[in-house]
Every structure is written in structure tokens, then in C-alpha cells.
């Protein structure tokens, strides 16, 4: 058998494969200086994906699914199979940039203390993606982002707490969790706890694996001298913008009572479990009104001309 690679890179998608090409054409580019091996796993995307991995990138492993069994399934079934030292789930819609995954990979050898970190991430445009770090997602800090008061006190660590903005977006330090769009996982960790909880579809996965990592005593950091770009919301997401709004709120419905639930009495919860039902409502508003963020249509237009698929 051959000597296990420093990396496995895990890739999971679903309709995509305009934006998997080029994510995997950026590996190309920019390929980490350690071994490495690619795995993708396709939720049995109808868009020309397979075709596409076994035409164009034949050094991938891909596992096919005969249907889409969601995001967490999909990325265990990847994280099952690779032999790497270091797992690193990235989404499809991403771009590397140059030695992205030498710094990630460097700071952990570092660091054995660390358990799991993740890079700066950007949007086409270089602004930064204010979820590629976050603090604790507690009431407070969930009610303080989607009501404004956030962006109203970007210094204040209780209020600005879901993407701590309080904090230099330039120097590293440990978040309660980094974004799922690339999130790079010592072995030790898996060994440790296991791989993602798939009663999340899709979303709040990574939220809850940092969680239970930092419950297991391991640190969780954000890198920000590696980077790589994301498009968001174009691995699957756009496909049904209603199934994901659903999911999204679904998903932080189950982390909040797997989570946090305990830390709070039963009055309180049942206000903010309505409070979520609320919000999930207005959510369908939004979308039917073409204003929700997973109405893709304009961001798909904005994103293709940024990769000249025009």
C-alpha cells in the first residue's frame, strides 16, 4: 500500500460543475507541496459533473451517489475514504489561492494544540466572508446579526459575537468555528469524534463539528495569511433556493437544541424556537419576493461573468 498523503482534499457537489471545474483547475494551479489526493463525492448531480471528473480530471477519486443525500452524508462517505494526515472539506464553488493549504498545513504542524482551522475566505470581489469566522451562535449573538444591531456595534464583543468583528480580519486567533467552505481537520480530531452529524443536511454541519471538536479540548483557529476565494451558495444551494432556506433554518433549529438548549430554561427556549419560526416566514417572504439570500439568479449572473461563462 502506498504511503498515506499529507492531505485529503474533500470535495462534495451537486449541480455545479461550471464552478467544481475551476475549483479544481485552482488545485492544479496552485497544488499544496505536500502529497495530496483529491476526493469528490457527486450527489448525483444531472449537469455533465461525472463526464466532466473523468474527462478532464482523472487523478480524482470520485464517489457517485445515486442520489443527493445532502452535505454531511456526502462528506463523511469522502472523509471515510481519504488516508490523509489532514482532511480538508472544500466546497465547490471555491478558488485556491497560491499556498493556501501550505500555510494551513504549516500552522498546524505548529500547533498541535489546534484541532481544526480555516482560512481567510473571500467573495470574487476580495471582500472578506464575515462566516469564515465565527464566535458562539447564541441567542444573542444570533438576534444582534439578523436584527442590525450588529453592524450597529461592530466593536462590541457581545453583540458582534456570530462574526466577531471585533477582531482584526487580519491576524490569527482562535474562533469557536470557521466556515465549512474550507476547513482543514487534523486526523486525531476524526479519530476522536467521529464524522459530521448527518442529521444536518446541509449547513450548521460545520458549526457543530468545531463545536464538539472544542468539547473534545482541541483549539479551533482562523488563518488568515491562507486564503481562497468563494463564490457561495453556487454548490447546490441555487439549484432550489426554497429547500435551502428550509434546510438552513432546520439545520440551526437542531444545533441550537443539540447545543445550546441546555444553557437556557424552558420559557425562554419555546420564545426563541418561535422566534426562529418567524424568522424562517419572513425568510419566505423574502425569497418569494426575489430579495432572500438564496435567491441565486443575480448572484449567478454576477458570479458568470466574473468566470466569463456568458
Not at 454541519?205 to 468563494?230: K, N, S
Not at 420564545?271 to 418567524?278: A, D, G, P, S, W
Request: glycine share 8%; net charge neutral.
Amino acid at each position: 500500500m502506498s504511503t498515506p498523503p499529507v492531505l485529503s482534499l474533500c470535495v462534495v457537489t451537486y449541480q455545479a460543475a461550471p464552478f467544481l471545474r475551476e475549483c479544481l483547475e485552482s488545485i492544479r494551479q496552485f497544488p499544496p507541496a505536500s502529497s495530496f489526493e483529491v476526493i469528490v463525492v457527486d450527489n448525483a448531480s444531472s449537469d455533465g459533473t461525472l463526464a466532466m471528473l473523468e474527462q478532464e480530471f482523472p487523478e480524482v477519486e470520485l464517489v457517485s451517489n445515486s442520489a443527493n443525500l445532502g452535505y454531511a452524508a456526502s462528506m463523511n462517505k469522502a472523509m471515510k475514504v481519504a488516508r490523509g494526515r489532514y482532511l480538508v472539506q472544500l466546497n465547490p464553488d471555491t478558488i485556491v489561492q497560491k499556498n493556501s493549504f501550505d500555510v494551513l498545513v504549516t500552522f498546524m504542524e505548529q500547533h498541535p494544540e489546534v484541532g481544526i482551522c480555516g482560512p481567510k475566505v473571500l467573495n470574487p470581489d476580495g471582500t472578506m466572508q464575515k462566516s469564515c469566522r465565527r464566535g458562539e451562535s447564541t441567542p444573542l449573538a444570533v438576534i444582534a446579526q439578523f436584527t442590525g444591531l450588529a453592524r450597529l456595534f461592530p466593536a462590541s464583543p457581545r453583540l458582534a459575537q456570530y462574526t466577531m468583528s471585533y477582531r482584526d480580519e487580519n491576524e490569527i486567533h482562535p474562533v469557536a468555528g470557521v466556515s465549512g467552505s474550507c476547513m482543514l481537520v487534523r486526523r486525531e480530531v476524526v479519530d476522536q469524534i467521529g464524522f459530521l452529524d448527518e442529521r444536518f443536511f446541509a449547513y450548521q454541519e460545520d458549526a457543530d463539528y468545531c463545536f464538539r471538536a472544542r468539547r473534545a479540548g482541541w483549539l479551533v483557529y482562523y488563518v488568515p495569511t491562507a486564503q481562497i476565494i468563494h463564490f457561495g451558495g453556487m454548490g447546490g444551494s441555487h439549484v432550489n433556493p426554497y429547500r435551502s432556506m428550509w434546510e438552513w433554518h432546520r439545520s440551526y433549529w437542531n444545533y441550537y437544541r443539540k447545543n445550546l438548549a441546555e444553557n437556557y430554561p424552558a420559557w425562554f427556549n419555546g420564545i426563541y424556537y418561535t422566534l426562529m419560526l418567524v424568522k424562517l416566514g419572513l425568510g419566505a417572504v423574502g425569497e418569494l419576493a426575489g430579495l432572500g439570500r438564496f435567491s441565486s439568479s443575480r448572484k449567478r449572473a454576477k458570479i458568470n461573468r466574473y468566470l466569463n461563462k456568458d
